[in-house]
């Protein structure tokens, strides 16, 4: 595990104490990569004092305007969130979810995502995702204060910081980098325009097809060799198609 290639991303935070909880929280169990997705209310007096020790996190936070820009890069990317949605992602608790996430950073940039306070995060913010975390709770009532999200997620990656028994990373055997997030998102594009193209998505019915897709494509996570294969045949299929229109053989 490399914590330094482990981000914790705040998207949309309403309340600044809740930005210091979580620098505290990360420091205390050894993470140092804070992002901030356009937070309503920062940098903030609050922060600090909630910050206590920990204001350095907060100092070195990066603030950014849209999750894009937070982790574009990253090749691994966890959502948090409390209820299961419509389309089910493969989902994980937190303990089974920071072994992935220990695995994974030792060699590629892995990003976790919180939410708002209010709402936490978005389908389409959690569809960018390879998986989502679920921190068990009672049925009665299941949503976690932001900060104490955090802690714990935090703290079962600290405790495996310790453990030198992970089992190998599914990169290590592998002969091509993951592809960073900011490439899978050209290839969803691209991918939509084609099937549009080809009339197999229909825009003003596009139904659950595109949040289908990316599942199947996060779940089995593409390699930069396989992404730039498939995105081969969907520039050739492009061509095809304008020569067909065009009556050309
Ligand atoms: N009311 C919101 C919850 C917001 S809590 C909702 O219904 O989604 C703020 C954030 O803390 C969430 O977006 C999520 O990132 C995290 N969080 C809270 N409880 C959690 C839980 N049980 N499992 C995983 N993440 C949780």
């Given amino acids: 595990m490399n914590p330094d290639n ?7 935070t309403t309340h600044p104490g809740n930005i210091g909880g979580v620098a505290r929280a990360m420091k205390n169990m050894g993470l140092r ?12 007096e609050q922060a600090v004092w909630r910050a206590a020790s920990a204001t350095d996190i907060l100092d070195s936070a990066v603030v ?11 090749q691994f990317v966890v959502g948090t969130s409390a209820r299961t949605r419509r389309i089910p992602w493969p989902l994980l608790g937190a303990r089974q979810c920071a072994e992935r996430i220990a695995l994974a950073s030792a060699r590629e940039q892995v990003a976790i995502l919180f939410g708002r306070e209010d709402r936490g995060l ?10 989502h975390l679920n921190i ?3 049925d009665a009532y299941s949503s976690l204060n932001l900060a104490m999200a955090v802690q714990i997620v935090a703290y079962e990656l600290c405790m495996l910081a310790s453990t030198t028994e992970l089992p190998d990373s599914e990169v290590d055997q592998w002969d091509a980098p ?4 900011h490439d899978m998102e050209r290839f969803y594009t691209h991918l939509e325009e084609t099937l549009v193209d080809i009339e197999f998505l229909d825009p003003a019915a596009p139904r659950q ?16 060799m396989e992404l730039n294969i498939l995105r081969g ?3 050739e299929t492009r061509k095809w198609v304008k020569r067909a229109r065009a009556g050309k053989p």
Avoid: K, W
């Fill in 122 to 131: 978005t389908n389409e913010e959690l569809q960018v995702c390879n998986l």
């Fill in 33 to 44: 990569h804070l992002y901030l997705v356009a937070p309503r209310d920062y940098p903030s």
């Fill in 136 to 138: 068990p709770t009672s």
């Fill in 6 to 12: 482990i981000r914790i991303v705040l998207v949309n």
């Fill in 178 to 181: 993951f592809a960073a997030l």
């Fill in 233 to 235: 045949i969907l520039t």
């Fill in 64 to 74: 950014v305007p849209t999750l894009h820009a937070a982790i574009g890069d990253c």
């Fill in 209 to 224: 097809l595109m949040s289908r897709l990316r599942r199947l494509y996060n779940r089995v996570r593409l390699d930069e």
